[in-house]
């Protein structure tokens, strides 16, 4: 593999294998080491990828180079220090509650087996159907479908005990806006 | 209608966590071109690139290899040595029954194991080979090589001098720049230094191969060659003046012994000898 092949392959997958790891950690450095070492194994490695396998290829080395380094190590669980939520309201009030809606999360993504979550997260912030995340992770559709419903089981056990009175406000703005962007 | 309940909360978490996450953005510590200049600069502290990375598969095949390929040169290689030494005669056999008699100080090489692909023998010194019939079967020796395939010959080779005799079937040899020459019943070749080949036919091979009867027979031959014989035959030194190209024509016996053999050499050449120690004779012009 020439460089230049190689730095196409980095500018295509890099940010997708780091989210990936992502998902699975929720800690933007372990996240970025794992990527960084998946790449460079395939450098050294000099492996001829076939085009259509690459992406599962990288999340296959990526996974199994997380499994080895940080399964029994206990991983800070840093998931909004990254990623920040769509866009924030201004009001002041909505500032608070979208606080809380955000700490209601990253208690029930803690909590939320990692399988579930990686499934979960990449249908909901890489927007990938189920045959994509099928495809990627080497598993069936049947099983992204199982763990996308226990993942949202799992949410709403989660979410329904601390934001009961706060989900119906945040629900009705949001589905509000969501209307009114439809309508747009 | 609480089952109800709960598939509306289902569909409605649905909803309000893709609004939630959907369209999200990542803050990373570090850059992707950030990431891209380290593993850029790893890339060319290594440019090769290609770690070392054993397959245990590969390795197994390239042992397997490894291990046929000892074998075959075991067999292919390993040698035996026959080897006479000063005064000694050998009967070697071969590993297919065909039989040299080795003179005093000579030394035949074969491979035995592949004796059955090829029948091979290295040859130094002189050697009359009882072949039996099969395969080429082929001497060599530093000046040139003979080939035959069932057949009885000699073959002297000693320092420059070459001479391959005939005794019955055919032989080829072969000089080491490449002339042939093809020897009948009653013939023997010469071939000297340069490699050029003389044949002469109709000749009597007994005095070639006498020496297998202990009887030396020299016609015509180099006072220095007569004299190596002797020492070879009877395993002493004998220093004798190199200028001396006068031809001998005798014959001697092994069951002289060596003054007796002298004695018998050196008048007729207007030469006589000094028995300095031992087995060390010092040969001198008899007006000396």
């Known amino acids: 593999m020439k460089k230049e092949e190689f730095k196409t392959l980095f500018d295509t997958y890099f940010e997708d294998v780091r989210r990936y790891v992502f998902y699975r950690s929720a800690n933007d450095e372990i996240s970025t080491d794992i990527a960084q070492d998946t790449f460079m194994r395939i450098w050294e490695k000099q492996m001829t990828i076939d085009p259509k396998l690459v992406k599962g290829l990288l999340f296959k080395i990526a996974g199994d180079l997380f499994v080895s380094h940080y399964r029994k190590e206990k991983i800070a669980f840093n998931f909004f220090n990254t990623f920040q939520p769509n866009s924030k309201s201004t009001n002041p009030e909505d500032e608070l509650n979208y606080q809380e809606l955000q700490n209601a999360y990253d208690a029930a993504l803690k909590s939320m087996p990692e399988k579930q979550r990686t499934v979960f997260l990449m249908n909901r912030i890489d927007e990938l159907k189920y045959k994509e995340i099928a495809d990627q992770l080497g598993l069936s559709v049947k099983a992204i479908e199982k763990r996308m419903s226990q993942a949202l089981d799992h949410l709403k056990t989660h979410l329904k005990s601390k934001i009961s009175g706060l989900i119906l406000f945040i629900l009705g703005f949001r589905l509000n806006r969501i209307n009114t962007e439809n309508k747009k | ?288």
């Open chain 2, 1 to 288: 209608m609480k089952e109800n309940k709960d598939d509306m909360n289902l569909s409605a978490v649905d909803r309000e966590s893709k609004a939630f996450l959907t369209g999200g953005k990542f803050s990373w510590t570090k850059s992707n071109a950030d990431i891209w200049a380290t593993l850029e600069s790893k890339i060319d502290a290594q440019p090769k690139g290609r770690s070392l990375n054993f397959n245990f598969g590969k390795l197994a095949v390239a042992a397997s290899i490894l291990i046929l390929f000892s074998l075959g040169s075991f067999l292919r290689f390993y040698s035996v040595q026959i080897e006479t030494s000063v005064g000694q005669h050998l009967l070697a056999e071969l590993p297919d029954h065909s039989k040299v008699d080795l003179n005093a100080q000579s030394k035949i090489t074969y491979y035995p194991h592949w004796w059955s692909i090829s029948r091979i023998v290295r040859l130094e010194g002189e050697g009359f080979f009882e072949v039996e019939k099969g395969n080429k079967f082929t001497v060599i020796s530093s000046i040139s090589t003979t080939q035959v395939l069932g057949t009885s010959f000699n073959i002297y080779s000693r320092e420059d001098v070459y001479k391959v005799t005939c005794v019955t079937g055919r032989v080829k040899i072969k000089s080491k720049i490449g002339t042939e020459a093809i020897l009948k019943p009653n013939s023997k070749a010469l071939i000297d230094a340069e490699g050029k080949i003389n044949v002469l036919t109709g000749i009597e091979t007994f005095p070639e191969i006498s020496w297998k009867k202990n009887i030396f027979l020299f016609t015509a031959s180099p006072v220095l060659q007569v004299f190596s014989e002797i020492e070879r035959q009877y395993g002493v030194k004998i220093e004798a003046p190199t200028d001396n190209f006068t031809l001998y024509t005798g014959n001697f016996s092994k069951d002289q012994n060596v003054e007796e053999v002298l004695n018998y050499v050196c008048p007729a050449l207007g030469l006589k000898y000094i028995r300095k120690s031992g087995v060390e004779y010092v040969i001198i012009r008899e007006n000396e």
